[in-house]
């Protein structure tokens, strides 16, 4: 969570060019077939003055936190034949293969020498990224998302970007920015969000939702904003022909004149610089310039939530933010983008009014209703929200029906691993009433497949039916501390 301040500003970056590497001595000059390349990468190098210099990667971050206009250049030649082959073992082993149909143990078996083909193309400038393959995944609402599935070298190479423009972006991105960013996950998002409102003055809820937001980047926008710190041209190349590599569908090409895939290795980098230059660079200015009241904002990806002390606030600034996000392509979702009346004061004010209680919001599969302690303070109830239970539980459902007869230990332990792992992500406090309806819920289903396994269905009785659940469905437990207690342990102040 981050409260903008008065110190917040945009800044406009300014054309320095700062060299990230250099070419090393034992470069043979003869021929060009390679570019200039750290071969070793040392973070700390003695030159003739005897002045110790940062190198590498190292050197890239301490410089792009120093400086936050300066523009890098050289930035491939930190693409080394060691960080594409720790890119290889980075990757899932067992995801799907791309339209070149090779996976990740088929190119393991001679990855050595593959790797350094595959470095000297790229530096070479005959690197070609391979169109994504496009497959379909079923959403909440029933419809369905487009998922590209990048080639294994593609993944590889833009794995291998990703590290080296992390070192520069970590350092631009602002405290209110999350997902897709180096331990900076769902919960830290969470608990921000709930301490913002719970210890800022917070009566407004400005629940925003861009429709669409992968699939209408503007390539050009996202590309300019790239090169405010981005001075290589070859790196800048790169980037551009994994954004115009295209779409593969039923072995039909297709171009993209707009958007990012999603399901590459790349796309959420790409998502976060372009909203970071969009909307958090902007808000900061926003609230410095126009706001009346406190302005708190917090953003997991593309979903963010504002929060406003001020009614006249927040629907200037949803105006202002509809202008703004037109501007560069993007429009929030009529229908699910909202401004409603939540925090400390929201249930007394409307009882005064003869309104019913606050509305609740939905963030990260939570849905935030306002609540009070037992001694009657003000607190967030943080729920997991019934639309995610529903849909994860017809999800087991089907996948329960495929394994009806499969060995009962096995399909126990697999339904454990599933009912741990969506425990642990919705283990925070006050939220045990859900986790232990979903145990009783799942605990049926599993019932009702196991009956429909035989004609001689009397001999699975509820009673044992429970000391299977028992065994594999343990009762669930709150395993998140509090939030104010996490984020307090975090960001110490």
Known sequence: MHVPGKSDSFVVPKKQVHNAGQPTAAEPVE??????????QPLLVRTQSREARPRGLLGVREMAGKDKKVRFNNLLNHVTPELLQASLFDLKKQAAPGIDGETWVEYAENFQARIVDLHARIHRGTYRAKPSKRAWIPKLDGKLRPLEIAALEDKIV??????????IYEEDFLGFSYGFRPGRGCHRALDALSVGIEHQKVNWILDADI????????????????EHRIADRRLLRLLKKWLRAGVSEDGEWSPNTVGTPQGAVISPLFSNVFLHYVLDLWVVAWRKRHAKGE??????ADDFDLGFREEIDAKRCLA????????????LHPEKTRLIEFGRYAAERRSK??????????FLGFT???????KGGFTIRRISAMKKVRAKLQDLKDKLKRMMHNDLATVGSWLSRVYQGWCHYHAVPGNWKRLNQFRTALQDLWYRVLRRRSQRACRLTW?????LSRRWLTKPKIMHPYPEVRFARLYQR
């Open 353 to 362: 009014r003869g309104e019913g209680p606050p509305e609740n919001f939905d």
């Open 31 to 40: 021929e060009r077939r390679l570019t200039e390349e750290n071969a070793s």
């Open 158 to 167: 833009q794995q291998a970007v990703r590290v080296v423009l992390e070192c």
């Open 211 to 226: 429709r669409g937001y992968f699939d209408n980047i503007s390539h050009e926008w996202l590309l300019k904003f790239l």
């Open 320 to 331: 202002a933010l509809t202008d703004r996000f037109t501007k560069f392509g993007l429009e």
């Open 463 to 467: 009673v044992k039916s429970t000391r």
């Open 368 to 374: 935030h209703v306002c609540g009070t302690t037992r």
């Open 295 to 300: 302005v708190i904002i917090v953003r997991y």
